[in-house]
């Protein structure tokens, strides 16, 4: 089963190139499932209902969230009525949204994505690691789910790395995201559960993190907030990761970067580009 994962689409730039691309991604790699982290879709702050339908329109079966779900008002209302927008799980109780569901994938299979938040360097929200193993707990990999897919949207390494080896053999993948930048630690554990610490963002690399550069930069000399951050607006970078799982076991059998399009060095998993060109 082949899943795509997109990390963080910012503005315009990025879930634009993400909605034009979806469909031909999901027919080239013939894509099974695909989750993007769509939190600062809607200029950079939050996610509205009219770009979460086109996103879901142009074929992504989940769209995860992070600290910035809520950035958009309306959010809060109409978060109720899509089962396919996920909010960090481990938010207090109350919170409107849910932070996991059981999708199914093009091949037939029950996808199980979790979204959680990290807590070292964020809001302290509950325990994350309690969080997502109640719902393994609830839902297991193989007597519930035939693929799990976890996004651990959280600023710290370490924490992230922890909740990879914290369910290694219990799923599919842990995806990080939140920092922007896609790190090269690509990899499946040893428990056969593929994680990277950084999916990357899809927006416009020549700026700070997806925004306009001039802003952030005059911050950190002045400390002044001058204005708004807004989002870069050129070519946007589709980054993110592929993951090849084994639909015996629901296991990874492979992960790489994909990036494509923009400024940075272009990347496709090399085990997709290979089926892609024998079929
Ligand atoms: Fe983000
Ligand atoms: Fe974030």
Same mark, same amino acid.
């Given at each position: 089963m082949r899943v795509l994962f997109l990390g963080d689409l910012v503005g315009r730039s990025g879930r634009s190139a993400v909605i034009e691309a979806l469909p031909g991604l999901r027919e080239r790699y013939r894509l099974d499932f695909v989750v993007v982290n769509g939190e600062n879709a809607a200029g950079g702050f939050g996610i509205t209902e009219t770009i979460l339908v086109e996103l879901l329109d142009a074929g992504a079966d989940v769209v995860t969230t992070g600290n910035h779900v809520f950035d958009q008002r309306e959010t809060l209302v #109409?978060?109720? !009525? #899509?089962? !396919?927008l996920l909010r960090p799980i481990? #938010? @207090?109780? *109350?919170? @409107? *949204?849910? *932070?996991a569901g059981l999708f199914k994938a093009a091949n037939g299979a029950q996808v199980l994505v979790i979204n959680a938040m990290g807590r070292v360097f964020m809001a302290d929200l509950d325990e994350p690691f309690r969080a997502v193993e109640k719902e393994l707990e609830a839902c297991g990999l193989k007597t519930c789910a035939d693929a799990i897919i976890i996004d651990f949207h959280a600023e710290a390494t370490s924490e992230k790395e922890a909740m990879g080896f914290f369910v290694d053999g219990r799923a599919s993948a842990v995806i990080g995201t939140h920092t922007h930048v896609p790190t090269a630690d690509e990899q499946v554990l040893n428990g056969g559960t593929a994680y990277i610490s950084d999916a990357g963002m899809c927006g416009d690399y020549d700026s700070v993190l997806g925004m306009n550069k001039e802003e952030p930069l005059s911050r950190f000399l002045t400390k002044i907030p001058n204005g708004r951050f807004q989002p870069a607006l050129g070519e946007a970078t589709i980054t993110g990761v592929g993951i090849e799982i084994d639909d015996a076991t629901g296991l990874a059998k492979a992960i790489g970067p994909i990036r494509l399009g923009g400024r940075l060095s272009q990347a496709e998993p090399a085990f997709w580009v290979r089926a892609a060109t024998t079929v």
């Open positions: #109409y978060i109720e !009525r #899509y089962d !396919r481990n #938010y @207090p109780q *109350g919170t @409107p *949204g849910k *932070g």
